[in-house]
């Protein structure tokens, strides 16, 4: 399964299971995904302990002396075959290609501590944002602390994004310091994508299996680290 999300072809698992054929081995490798994608909340979720979670902000705090951050969010589009029906076009990215826009929360060290897999790649990042259950815990005061977005984010009392428009030194070494934590979940997804190759050059089966995929991608990643 390693060498599949690796390549993004079935063709060396059927030579991994030795007359086998290739719909069954292809089977057997989704039934797989599916039961590793169903124990993610096992490898993919924010600490629940205060000596964990002091270890973070310590350590975002040693990249660029930001206080209080527990996070950075972004996301970024995985290419799909299109799923084809009447919904179909709501995949279509606004590059023109069909994705699925995934939402992930990591922590200093490029470990994914929240994803969201299943929105189709026309949706905004806020909008994911504002149905996800990461907000909902941030909002409900479960995980203190801070998260960092882009500026495609609003801002709240708990995500902090760039200043639009700095005028002042004070805001331009704020932009700077957020830039500098922030990159790491640009650093995370560039990372998960060399690992498995499969995230870059697109996945060609049903979207079902491409959501599970997507999420053991990640699991695994946490893994590797």
């Not at 084809?84 to 279509?92: E, K, M, T």
């Not at 959501?211 to 680290?225: E, P, R, S």
Request: net charge positive.
């Amino acid at each position: 399964m390693l060498r599949y999300l690796a390549t993004g072809s079935f063709l060396l698992c059927v030579s991994d299971f030795a007359g086998v054929s290739e719909s069954s081995a292809c089977r057997y490798v989704h039934q797989v995904c599916r039961a590793i994608a169903r124990q993610r909340l096992n490898f993919i979720s924010f600490p629940t302990n205060d000596v964990d979670e002091k270890r973070i902000v310590n350590e975002f705090y040693r990249l660029s002396r930001f206080s209080r951050v527990v996070g950075a969010v972004d996301c970024t589009h995985i290419q799909i075959q299109s799923p084809g029906g009447d919904n179909a076009d709501i995949f279509r990215n606004q590059k023109g290609w069909f994705s699925i826009n995934i939402q992930c929360v990591c922590n200093p060290w490029l470990k994914i501590k929240d994803i969201v897999a299943r929105w189709p790649g026309s949706c905004h990042d806020q909008i994911i944002f504002d149905n996800s259950n990461v907000k909902h815990t941030f909002e409900t005061g479960v995980i203190k602390g801070y998260i960092l977005g882009d500026g495609g984010y609003e801002v709240k009392p708990y995500l902090m994004t760039p200043i639009l428009n700095p005028t002042t030194r004070s805001q331009q070494l704020y932009n700077e310091s957020h830039i500098r934590t922030r990159n790491v979940i640009e650093r995370c997804f560039g990372v998960m994508k060399r690992r498995f190759p499969v995230l870059s050059k697109g996945l060609t089966v049903d979207l079902k299996n491409t959501q599970a995929i997507i999420v053991v991608c990640a699991v695994l990643h946490n893994v590797c680290i």
